[in-house]
């Protein structure tokens, strides 16, 4: 079974229905021209619910590259699931998660970028007392997904044994 056809709607779903609420939460002023980053809430320990425009890549990288970087997310989404369609069967598990979970955070970036012409951020990891993380850049759950996967897929690969 391909993990990706129910995997990856899931994420999308997700993704798209916590950034409608956060634009819900934020208001009619998140259209305003250049509104910063807008507290909304204390989620648990010290991670905060902190709307911010992000017009670059995963973590606000590459900011400003909205236009070149939807074409970038459509490519590498699109391209992950035609793989996956046709080659699931020889993908091991593993690899197929990896894979989903990036096409997941590629296509839901891509899903704002197309919307908004950026992407709603809101995860803040801050008040650790660790300066590394306390000025840790504003990210989602579509970053989250291309960083897991990214990982996923440097882990050492098991080899069967037949």
Known sequence: MNIAT?????LLVADQAI????LW????????????AVFLSNLFWVVDATFVKNTGAAFGIFQGGARIL????LLIGLGILAYLSLHHRR???????ALSLIAAGALGNAIDRLGHGWVVDYVDINRTGLSILDN???WNLADA???????????PQRKRRY
């Not at 950034?19 to 956060?22: A, E, G, I």
């Not at 208001?27 to 509104?35: K, Q, S």
């Not at 997904?145 to 882990?155: P, T």
Request: glycine residues 8%; contains cysteine.
């Open 6 to 10: 129910w995997l990856v709607p899931a």
């Open 19 to 22: 950034k409608l609420t956060v």
């Open 25 to 36: 939460a934020v208001g009619p002023r998140v259209f305003e021209g250049e509104v910063g």
């Open 70 to 73: 939807v074409w970038i997310s």
């Open 91 to 97: 993908t091991p598990l593993s690899q197929q998660l």
């Open 136 to 138: 840790f850049p504003i």
């Open 145 to 155: 997904c291309v960083v897991v996967g990214a990982f996923l897929l440097l882990l």
